[in-house]
């Protein structure tokens, strides 16, 4: 049987970051404060990642929850990291797959942060998130958007894009929302210095291994990355691609 996780080219990329998105600590915190969070709130994170949501939210706010996450490796670095700050009595971390998790009783937050992929886009991943929400419940959902228009095609694939049409601007997100029937209430959006903070730590941890694991199988693929992923990078991404939480509230 297969088991179900992700590439090990993922967990080599990502390294030791905590965040595995485009997001620092203190925009984590920040949001967690914008939402007005109150001590036993209950909260279902879907791909959870390494938990750092989760784990500092229940250490600052006294939050409950669920993370859900497909890496095996992630899921048990977010047990370790619940352990550490003292938190393993209020969360709890699962592995599987989370565009088929429903949790055993609704909760009071359920949050997709930058994997709106397990609902092929923002209403299919609404829709996965509300089957385990309580009636007046928030959703949380984090997704990239267009900064700026991309003139061509290079721009688009340079900002791993499929195609214009996968990503809107910023408010035409703001208009899905709407007429998905959510308000949007409550918003925290990445910057470009936090862009860089989990872009380039990419390279750093790339580099290391390569130098540490210069015969593995996957050194040829990541030496590739690694080579052109930063022009790619401060060339397309970091101008044109933004990316946001965005808290929601049915109408």
């Not at 784990?55 to 370790?80: F, K, L, P, Q, Y």
């Not at 923002?122 to 929400?133: A, D, H, K, N, Y």
Request: aromatic share 8%; with cysteine.
């Amino acid at each position: 049987m297969t088991t179900l996780d992700l590439p090990r080219s993922f967990t080599i990329r990502e390294g030791d970051l905590r965040i595995l998105n485009p997001f620092d600590a203190g925009k984590l915190a920040t949001l967690g404060r914008a939402i007005k969070l109150e001590p036993r709130t209950s909260i279902l994170d879907l791909c959870s990642g390494k938990g750092e949501l989760l784990c500092t939210w229940a250490r600052d706010h006294g939050v409950t929850g669920t993370g859900v996450d497909i890496s095996t490796h992630n899921t048990a670095a977010a047990r370790e990291r619940a352990a550490e700050l003292g938190v393993a009595d209020r969360v709890r971390f699962v592995h599987g797959d989370a565009a088929t998790y429903v949790a055993a009783e609704p909760v009071d937050l359920a949050a997709c942060v930058g994997a709106t992929w397990i609902g092929d886009g923002v209403p299919g991943t609404l829709e996965i998130l509300e089957r385990s929400l309580r009636p007046g419940g928030m959703l949380l959902v984090g997704e990239p958007y267009w900064r700026l228009d991309p003139p061509d095609e290079e721009t688009v694939t340079g900002s791993h894009a499929r195609s214009r049409d996968e990503f809107r601007d910023l408010p035409g997100l703001v208009r899905l929302f709407g007429a998905c029937g959510w308000d949007l209430v409550e918003m925290v959006l990445a910057d470009q210095d936090s862009w860089d903070r989990y872009a380039a730590a990419h390279w750093l941890n790339l580099r290391r291994w390569l130098d540490a694991n210069p015969d593995d199988e996957l050194a040829g693929e990541l030496r590739r990355e690694l080579t052109e992923d930063p022009l790619r990078y401060v060339r397309y991404q970091r101008e044109y691609l933004g990316w946001g939480v965005f808290a929601l509230l049915r109408r």
